[in-house]
């Protein structure tokens, strides 16, 4: 197979394995003040994420990375263009990563407050900016052969909002899902009953986004040409209407599997529009960047192939092992006896 596409599916499964990992802590993030009604049970919340949410972070590395070594000159001009985004980007995980660790670190609740709203915004940037990144890449940034003519602020356009919007209400739903599996009590139930609510209104964004998505991209197109593709959006959608019925039964664990498959086919789906570009062009065709433009040489994605297909696999393995030493539910007891719980 072309080397090309190979690693362009690769680039995709690595951003919708990230953003289905990666959703549910941004997701239970911002909820975490709605959902803990006590010091402990946002705790609990924190606590339910905190073994693994780190280690997430490797596939967001593991995705720029490879767009890095198989598509440098996307890398270079996507960083260049969107370096303040990118930054605000860098900055919001930062300072997540840091809440998570300072918060349990006094008693006082003025300052687990302030790291409490701090976790709840950081977790909303990355959320609300990922969106806002696929959806101006979906359709297209002002670019041409004398460089990039866009702004911060351009990327705020109405298109560009619903597809943040979407991000933020699919993680919403995935960690309210993520939260009741994962607590016991009457925070469990919470997190069910607020993931039956968000389930309106993620539906509302959704179809909202796919008509706007016809009218403001070229994602259809390659649907239009090879209609064998409308399963990931086929499989999107039945997976969204699958977690609100499995809510209807309250099996929560199957719920949040329907929502991880959902995620995964709305990143799927919107990979798939793009193909060949990786970022096309709103105003010069010739301009946009592809999978064939923008690669690195036949000999470097020959190697990377090999490195990529040794060390995957070990790295899903690994994920696998961490996720089933940490599978039990957390409890506000179990929480209060560790001294080293966030």
Known sequence: MDLHIVWFVLWGVLWAVYFMLDGFVLGAGMLHRVLGKTDIERRVVINSFGPVWDGNEVWLITAGGATFAAFPTTYALMFSYLYTPLLLLLFALIVRGVSFEFRSKEEGATWRGCWDWAIVLSSFVPALLFGVAFGNIFAGLPMDKAGYHGSLVALLNPYGIVSGLLFVML??????LYVAVKSTGDLSRRAESLARTLWVPLLVVAVAFLAYTNFATKLYDNYLKAPVFLVAPLIA????????????????????????????????TGVIGLFPNLIPSSMDALSSLTIYNSSSSEYTLQIMTGVAFTFV?????????????????VTAEAVAADHEAY
Do not use: D, M, Q
């Not at 993680?171 to 309210?176: D, K, N, S, V």
């Not at 209407?241 to 086919?265: D, K, Q």
């Not at 070990?314 to 092992?321: E, G, N, Q, T």
């Open 171 to 176: 993680f919403l739903e995935h960690g309210a």
């Open 237 to 268: 959608v039945a997976a969204l209407v699958g977690v609100r019925l499995l809510l209807g039964t309250g099996n929560t664990l199957a719920a949040f599997a329907a929502s991880c498959v959902t995620i995964l086919g709305v990143v799927g």
């Open 313 to 329: 696999p070990v790295v899903i393995l690994y994920k696998i092992w961490v996720y089933r030493i940490f599978r039990g539910r």
